[in-house]
């Protein structure tokens, strides 16, 4: 069974430049979320999606990030402008349904530089 | 708001030895404890998990001790290795009807000595 796809795997950019990661869930899973993990730190949930709905962006800066999940599938995730702060690991997980012990499968994430 | 605080941050112990990596959490509305095991470049995995109506989980060489009343768990690895060198985190889910949110740990980067 595939895991969990993310491209690309490092992007440095300058600040207040835009950048956009994408992310390939397993097949089948309906539940797909977004992580920041900055360096030391453990992730941080930023968005939850079920099928191609949002449960919850609580934690989403929605003035410079923005996600969508077209078709219940592929997700991408958008940052503009990036700012200094921005420079984390970006990842991507799935779970086959989102409830009960479901467990979420983690994909190798994206390097993001903002220099 | 840090909902789960992880100790220590860094350990070292030769092999064979028993590192512990200890939770405490806040949340009384967590149901759902995981651990998670990560190496360089790549995401975290699922290594353990448990509920708070058990005290204890044992699989193969990982132990989670659970003490529901204290709000603490921990993880014990018996006769570690060097291949277990690690960051391990652990994480707690918010029972709720909004979905299956973690709550993760500062993280604990293990090495253990040959």
């Known amino acids: 069974e595939a895991g969990v796809a993310q491209s690309p795997r490092y992007k440095i950019i300058e600040k207040r430049q835009s950048v956009a990661f994408w992310c390939n869930p397993i097949s089948g899973h309906a539940t797909l979320y977004w992580y920041q993990q900055i360096l030391g730190q453990g992730p941080k949930l930023l968005i939850q999606f079920q099928n191609n709905g949002v449960v919850d962006d609580s934690q989403l800066p929605k003035d410079r990030f923005s996600a969508e999940r077209l078709k219940g599938v592929d997700s991408t995730l958008k940052i503009q402008p990036a700012k200094l702060e921005d420079s984390a690991v970006y990842l991507c997980a799935s779970s086959p349904t989102g409830g009960g012990s479901d467990t979420q499968y983690f994909g190798p994430g994206t390097r993001l530089t903002v220099l | 708001q840090q909902q789960v605080k992880q100790s220590p941050q860094s350990l070292i112990v030769q092999k064979g030895g028993i590192p512990i990596i200890n939770c405490a959490y806040e949340?009384?509305?967590?149901?759902?404890f995981p651990w998670y095991q990560q190496f360089p470049g790549k995401g975290p995995a699922l290594l353990i998990a448990?509920?708070?109506?058990?005290s204890e989980k044992k699989e193969g060489r990982f132990t989670i001790s659970f003490n529901k009343s204290a709000k603490q768990f921990s993880l014990h690895i018996m006769d570690s290795q060097p291949g277990d060198s690690a960051t391990y985190f652990c994480a707690a889910r918010r029972n709720n009807n909004a979905g299956n949110m973690l709550t993760f740990g500062g993280g604990t980067r293990l090495m253990v000595k040959p």
């Open positions: 448990i509920r708070p109506d058990v």
């Open positions: 949340n009384t509305a967590f149901d759902y």
